[in-house]
């Protein structure tokens, strides 16, 4: 039994405050993710600061959108009545995750964090650059079919495992957060990185700043017509993305006026289809443009010996999915 300390102030500065001075520190909130791994030895922390007592469970409507505290549970997001009439992308995306127990317990700023699923990261007998930096990463010639497509590098090959970061990509979702110089604001698209030199930084987080909130601009909200999240994995529940697609199209007299892609099981962070919504923009809503779509979002793939299969899979999912979201497929 490794001894930490334990905090669970109930005001954000003495939270953060608590960890400030802590460089082994861990904001504790809904622990799915986090006793896990202290329990498996890829955390050993000195301090845990609980931050359950926190004012952060708020969801409500603004001016703007919708605010999400980030103590709000991942169920009590995916069953909120606004979330499911105005964001049912980010419902539909939440509730493709885990089960409903876990979904109880996690939190939005816990599920913004939560690491890597790669097997190599979980075994400490094995090299894994994110979890030692500079011990070589065992996926690379090992077994990857869980790896990633797009924005790898040759320390890390890794994929975000969240199916809410997800959704939160495709709508645009901006990222509250405080620390010790104040409060912050990160765009979803900057706030998980791609791995880079550095695979053991996840996201553009600093060290001891907590995540407050996550809003959705308004605009989101026009897409909440014509969604569809498609999760493919080896289980039909309990089982991580081996790509998802979030798809939200805003259609008028069956032309596509604006388009919001984004897929998971494919990058180190959530992967914004950009090129391919481009594409769509102005087009009619048939399967063909679907194609024609899909294949735009796959250029600059790489797979590795035990992804290739991905690279059928990744488009044949885009296409689903749009089908799906626009009722050409049920
Ligand atoms: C068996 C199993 C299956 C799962 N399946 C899926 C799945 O299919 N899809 C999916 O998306 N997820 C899945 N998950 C992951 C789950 O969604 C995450 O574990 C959960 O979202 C993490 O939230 P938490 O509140 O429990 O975080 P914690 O475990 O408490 O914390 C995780 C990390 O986030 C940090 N943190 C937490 N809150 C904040 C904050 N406010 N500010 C700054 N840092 C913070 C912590 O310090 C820690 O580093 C699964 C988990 C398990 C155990
Ligand atoms: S892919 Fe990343 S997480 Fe997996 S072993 Fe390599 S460095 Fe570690």
Redesign the pocket.
Known sequence: MNQFQYARPAEKAAAIKSLAKEPNG????????????MKMGL?VPDKLVD?NRLP?KKIEKTASGMHIG??A??SEVAEHDYVKAQYPLLAMA?N????PQ??N???????????TRCPYFFDTAMPCNKRTPGSGCGALEGINRMHALFGASDKCIAVN?????VALAALDATIH?TGVKGPRTIKIGDFHRLPGDHPELDNT?QKG????AVDLPVASSAYNQHVYYL?I?DRTS????LVSVAAALHIENNTITGARLAMGGVAHKPWRLTTAEAFLKGKAVNEDNFKQAAQIAMQGAKAYEYNKFKLRLAPNAIVQSLKMATGLAS
Do not use: C, H, W
């Open positions: 861990y904001f504790l909130a809904g622990g799915t993710n986090l006793v896990d791994m955390v931050i952060l980030a103590l549970s991942n939440i493709a995750g885990a089960s876990l979904r317990m996690a939190t939005v700023g816990g599920n913004l964090m939560q690491r495992p969240s199916d809410m970061n957060v987080l700043e907590l995540i407050t999760k994995r309990y089982a991580f993305a």
